[in-house]
């Protein structure tokens, strides 16, 4: 069974608008991490959050983590053509599996110009 | 700056051949990671080294073999390739244990 599920599967918006994908785990995790991942290419990190932060930004995205839901979530604003790519969470439990970490099954998202 | 760097990047193999996935880390990196993409699927972990030395190993199947080298290269082995094998596999590295960073991916298709 998946770690990580993502909601909503796929999204797709105008350019300009705001784009928020949310991704929900079972267990307790040492962080959450969101990568991005352009049609069949590498995945690109994009930010790191902690299981004792609550938010962290980096540029036009805000990432925010209730552990007490086990769930996160990715706002990108400002949208662009560019930012079309599948964006997955991965959770990092820490423990003996530090450093494993655990996929969500992605959101596409599609920016139109 | 350097990225990690996988060879090769394409690969065709016949079912019940054998296959090796090269991982260069970024410099200065100590732990590397192998994962398993299949198509339309999230990336599963196979396996993890840290300082040349298992670390961590997930799903990955018996026929499949890694190692980590004294310049943190590693090599991912895979024999009696079968066709649900075709998947691309990244290699990542960190430097500790937080922030992986991923490489192209090699692309797998067994004939």
């Known amino acids: 069974s998946q770690q990580g599920e993502e909601d909503p599967q796929a999204l797709s918006i105008q350019e300009g608008e705001n784009a928020t994908m949310n991704c929900s785990y079972k267990t307790s995790i040492n962080n959450l991490q969101w990568y991005r991942q352009n049609s069949g290419r590498g995945l690109v990190h994009l930010i790191l959050?902690?299981?004792?932060?609550r938010e962290k930004h980096s540029g036009r995205l805000r990432v925010t983590l209730d552990t007490s839901k086990k769930s996160s979530s990715l706002l990108i604003t400002a949208s662009r053509a560019a930012d079309t790519a599948s964006y997955f969470c991965?959770?990092?439990?820490?423990?003996?599996?530090?450093?494993?970490?655990?996929f969500g099954q992605g959101t596409i998202l599609t920016v139109h110009p | 700056a350097a990225g990690v760097i996988q060879s090769p990047r394409h690969l065709i193999k016949e079912k019940r051949e054998t296959a090796t996935l090269k991982c260069y880390p970024i410099p200065r990196h100590d732990t590397v990671y192998w994962y398993q993409q299949g198509p339309g699927q999230d990336p599963q972990f196979l396996i993890s080294?840290?300082?040349?030395?298992?670390?961590d190993k997930g799903s990955i199947p018996d026929r499949f073999s890694a190692q980590q080298f004294s310049d943190y290269h590693s090599e991912l082995n895979m024999s009696s390739l079968e066709l649900g094998d075709s998947a691309l596999y990244f290699c990542?590295?960190?430097?500790?244990?937080?922030?992986?960073?991923f490489g192209p991916g090699t692309r797998l298709l067994v004939l």
């Open positions: 080294f840290y300082e040349k030395m298992q670390s």
């Open positions: 991965a959770t990092d439990a820490g423990g003996t599996s530090y450093g494993k970490l655990t």
């Open positions: 959050i902690r299981s004792n932060e």
């Open positions: 990542a590295s960190s430097s500790g244990w937080e922030t992986q960073y």
